[in-house]
């Protein structure tokens, strides 16, 4: 089958990368096209932090950096914008001042995107909108896998008595029914928690781990091997926290912690498993204010093209099936 002509990113060997509109990648906006199967969207939303804010910055900031991004893939062999037509959703309004209905506001925005967008992959915003983002990626799928790269786990109980925080999401979609609970995994684990009963509750809401330490004694293979026997062919749902990168790699992140990831071994991973039913994905938690010559930013925009094209390949294959 022939495929269709895509509206691709703005040639940059015409007009400059810096010049223009910063759309991810320089694709073109979703009202300038027929018909989306990938939507970029962004979640300009920080209500939920505890510790460093400014994540509400993230969406503006990843995309402006995402402008060097190039349209051929060489490590998934594959011009992703060409397979699919992939288009920036602009951003999703989030009530700053009112949690709750940012929650909702988020979910019907990722609803109503999901009637004519097959995927979407998110940036954040904090790590709270991957509640509202998980609860519309089940009302489609059902109960979804969740392979979550993080150095903390996000399945605490509360914070100030709060249930909805970026540090809770996890706890609060897998007591919703949201993630399928044989399935799910965090990733990149690290740093100090609570108390030993953080990884007992854990492991009570349907996750395996597979933390830090583990990547390196065993390396990125080991752990691709483990997150593809555990996965399968499921629907998976990624959600990627930056502060899953060592600080080195990720300084403008909200909660850093020492002893994470290269950027390197975040990308082999996501390579790793780049041939799964990915459903939907975010990439969060980026937050410019503490970003250092565009390092996390950089980081992010290169995630999520990995992601991008990850999903491209499997929805063009679906289609030419
Ligand atoms: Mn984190
Ligand atoms: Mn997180």
Do not use: C
Request: hydrophobic letters at 40%; zero cysteines; proline letters at 7%.
């Amino acid at each position: 089958m022939v495929p269709e002509q895509h509206v691709g990113p703005v040639d940059a060997s015409k007009t400059p990368r810096y010049a223009g509109f910063a759309t991810y990648a320089k694709l073109p906006r979703i009202d300038e096209v027929e018909k989306t199967d990938i939507a970029i969207v962004g979640v300009p939303f920080d209500t939920g932090v505890s510790f460093r804010p400014g994540a509400r910055f993230g969406p503006a900031h990843v995309r402006e950096i995402s402008r060097l991004i190039r349209p051929y893939n060489p490590a998934q062999d594959a011009s992703p914008f060409e397979l699919v037509q992939v288009a920036d959703a602009g951003d999703i309004v989030a009530n700053p001042f009112n949690l709750d209905e940012a929650v909702m506001q988020i979910e019907e925005a990722a609803n109503e995107l999901h009637e004519s967008v097959e995927k979407i992959v998110t940036i954040g915003g904090d790590h709270t909108i991957a509640l509202p983002l998980l609860r519309s990626a089940h009302k489609q799928h059902g109960p979804v896998v969740v392979l979550h790269f993080d150095a903390h786990l996000d399945t605490w109980d509360t914070y100030f008595g709060a249930p909805t925080t970026h540090g809770t999401p996890f706890r609060r979609a897998s007591e919703e029914g949201l993630i399928d609970m044989e399935s799910s995994m965090h990733f990149g684990i690290r740093g100090p928690l609570y108390s030993k009963k953080d990884l007992e509750d854990d492991t009570m809401l349907g996750f395996s781990v597979i933390t830090s330490e583990y990547v390196e004694e065993n390396g990125i293979q080991a752990a691709i091997d483990r997150m593809r026997a555990r996965i399968g062919d499921k629907p998976l749902y990624i959600s990627i926290d930056i502060d899953v990168l060592d600080p080195s790699h990720a300084p403008g992140t909200g909660t850093p912690e020492a002893g994470g990831l290269t950027s390197r071994e975040l990308l082999r991973a996501l390579r790793g498993i780049a041939d799964l039913n990915i459903v939907g994905a975010d990439v969060v938690e980026v937050a410019p204010a503490y970003d250092h010559a565009q390092v996390t930013a950089v980081a992010a925009s290169h995630v999520v093209y990995e992601l991008v094209t990850a999903m491209a390949r499997r929805t063009a294959a679906e289609r030419d099936a």
